[in-house]
């Protein structure tokens, strides 16, 4: 995939953020996960990867974040390898990921704590967020006492106390019913038009792509390799009447069937 | 509140049922009382020889407790070292089923030689007894951490300290109170085993074991039963002082907690 030409919402933006070039991906001696991709974000740009299970969605993000290495191939996060740029990410997983033990306010506070942050500081920050993501009430629960879009919510508070200028979603929604699906769909929307931060999101859902997206790249299985993108020029602010409208509807229907043909194939 | 009067009304009735059986076996079978003596000869046994009874319980009690403390102290120490790396579990994990497979009734002499007669040797032998539980669940817990977990940890550049400390230890504790469960009751089991050896451990008494083979050499089967009584008293109070710390450390997050109470 390349940089042009429709690269951001606003091309006065074109600053380039993540450059993944040429990047294979191999897990011990088994067949290639990734081959050879080139993909390229732009600073607060929002990207869905959308694909099979399967053709190395994950992996994608693992190797932004440096949690794993490439086989092959080069990437840069804001000119820097993706180790050294981990004070500039954050990362929402599939699972909310929780410490059980901890409240929910210890929880948003986790990044800050390991980070050093004083903890006057910390605790300012983590009523900020509490109060952004709508959880002040349940400040003092546990997890175990909170709904799966709860813990999402705190979940995505705790990746965005770091003022991180990349997140990087993993299907963070894939648990959760479609009603709380939609909803926090709408709540990443305005977090990230008050936040401007970069997004690399991944999913299953062609509807949920197109709702949150500056651009869909579709992946293809065996081994991963882009197979199309498509940009996403849908009205901004998005509200949730645009899912009935005849643009998403039209949009969703490309993505799905790009999506079948990579299956066919 | 009166569901659980209810469970404990329903435990009596059952210890009443039992005791009516016992009695009802000794006039149907006509067994001699120095095989089997009666529930109220117990009972009486357990009256006129209270104090000598209650001092061997608390013998028995401080060597079970001395040892089931030392077990959870170094077993947690080694199994934080065993979650350091698979290399190192590799290494010397194997060993600590030494410690399960082991019979300790063929080490009990053996230790009785090294550290001599007396408390000491007792509470290293209920050590040595209630050890590998308190290390394969601790180590269990400190490496079964979700994945995910330690990538966030990672992606915050934590330190293996901020790993092992804010991460793998507090995600072990429900284990680690699996492993004292299983440990209590065999500390209790590993101080008696060693009380039969040991002998007195003071001048003129010594804890539930001695004491329960000073009574079967004398014939008293009536205070033998008293004895037996205290230790399975013993056991149970052990049992249920880790079932309530578990509940007090973990019932505000843990599910194991929320099962107790439902319970």
Redesign the interface.
Known sequence: MTASPNLARDPSQNVLQIEMSGVSKTYGGGPAVLQSLDLTVCREEFVSIIGASGCGKSTIL?LI?G?TAPTSGSIRVEGMTPKNA??T???V???A?L???RTVSDNIG??L???GVAGDRRRKKVTSLLDLVGLGHVAKA???ELSGGMKMRVSIARALA?NPRLLLLDEPFAALDEMSRDHLNEEILRLREEQKWTAVFVTHSVAEAAFLSDRIVVLAPNPGRVHAVFPVNLPSPRVSALRTSPEFDSLVSRVSHSLRETLAA | MRQRAITAMNAMAVFAALLILWQIVLWVFHVPPYMLPAPWAVAKAIGARFPSLLASLLITAEESAGGLAASIAVGVLIALFFAQSRWVRKMFYPYTLLLQTVPIIAVAPLILMWVGAGQPAVTLIAFIISLAPIIANTTQGLISVDENLVHLFLMHNASRRQLLFNLRLPHAVPSLFVGIRIASGIAVIGAITGELYAGSSRVGEGGLGYSILYASSQLQTDYLFALVFAATVLGFTFFFTVMFLEWYFLHRWHESARVMETE
């Open positions: 693992k974040s949690l981990r004070e990410i954050s990362y997983f599939q699972e990921t410490l059980p033990w986790l990044s704590e390991l980070e546990y997890p175990r770091t």
